[in-house]
């Protein structure tokens, strides 16, 4: 078989989601496709982060890709519930997507100790409620409190949070989250926030656990993968990665280089 394994992000910060899978998965053939064009989706409404998930979870079937990942925090909170639940099961065919919210929460819920959890997210996924949803769905027992870091993705992708500003940032929106309760465990609930990981650890207590979610996520896909053998069996296993970008490739090529640690060339897609 020649099947892929389609991982999609708003932009580039599933690159290190998929990182964390290849270290982790490295024969199994996959297709990045980062919505760099319409990026961020963070502010962006319900209806109209459906519609852009949607579009792209469509064309990676297109491509052969049976099994997607949606590696955004922001369209796993707005459109991956919608997605399979709809279009999934309207299509009846052996296609399958997950997200990267629910492993996160799963194991979250299992490592507190005081029972109370925070969550380090863009507007759009604290909005959304989500991951609050979820952990409460397996962990009824544990209190989630949200905190909205508006200014971190463009200090990631101008590269400006090792600054004065991009670190007083830092601190102001991890101090604004430790003031709303006893949180001995925090999510990164956006895939780029893994790059700041060192500069955010500098203002946690060192009690405090700090889950970023690709190796998680990574975790979870092989366990997928060795439940499901009947997906597993046609997904093509050669190595390989392609990736695609709705915008300027030579732009995307740039900064991917910040979050994969090595050069990559991608390609341009039209919707």
């Known amino acids: 078989m020649t099947k892929k394994i389609g991982i999609f992000d708003s932009g580039i910060g599933g690159l290190t989601v998929l990182k964390e899978i290849r270290n982790l998965l490295p024969e199994y053939d996959y297709l990045y496709l980062g919505d760099n064009a319409r990026a ?14 949607l579009q792209a979870v469509k064309r990676l079937f297109e491509l052969d890709c049976d099994l997607v990942i949606i590696a955004c925090n922001t369209a796993s909170a707005k459109a991956l519930r919608q997605i399979q639940q709809t279009f999934l099961v309207d299509l009846q065919d052996e ?21 109370h959890v925070g969550i380090l997210g ?22 989630v409190h949200q905190q909205a870091c508006p200014m971190w993705v463009p200090l990631i992708e101008n590269q400006e949070y090792d600054s004065e500003g991009g670190k007083f940032f830092i ?6 989250l430790l003031e709303k309760g006893a949180i001995d465990t925090i999510i990164l609930a ?7 990981a060192e500069e ?8 405090v656990n ?11 896909l ?3 993968l060795e439940r499901h053998e009947w997906m597993d069996s046609k997904l093509s296993k050669k190595g390989t990665i392609h990736y695609l970008t709705t915008e300027n490739p030579a732009l995307f090529d740039e900064k991917s280089s910040l979050f994969l640690g090595e050069k990559v060339q991608s390609e341009l897609m039209h919707w």
């Not at 997950?98 to 996160?104: F, Y």
């Not at 863009?122 to 209190?143: C, D, L, R, W």
């Not at 955010?200 to 009690?207: A, M």
């Open 190 to 196: 956006c895939t780029h926030y893994p790059i700041i």
């Open 222 to 224: 092989r366990n997928y």
């Open 122 to 143: 863009t507007n759009g996924t604290i909005a959304s409620n989500s991951y609050q949803i979820e952990i409460n769905k397996f962990h009824p027992e544990v209190q």
């Open 40 to 53: 961020p989706y963070g502010t962006r409404s319900f209806e109209v982060v459906h519609e852009y998930t």
């Open 95 to 115: 296609k399958r997507v997950l997200g990267v919210i629910r492993p996160t929460t799963e194991l979250a819920g299992e490592l507190t100790k005081t029972k």
């Open 210 to 220: 700090l889950i970023s979610q690709g190796e998680i996520v990574a975790e979870r």
């Open 200 to 207: 955010i650890q500098k203002y946690v207590p060192k009690t």
């Open 171 to 176: 601190k102001k929106y991890i101090n604004e």
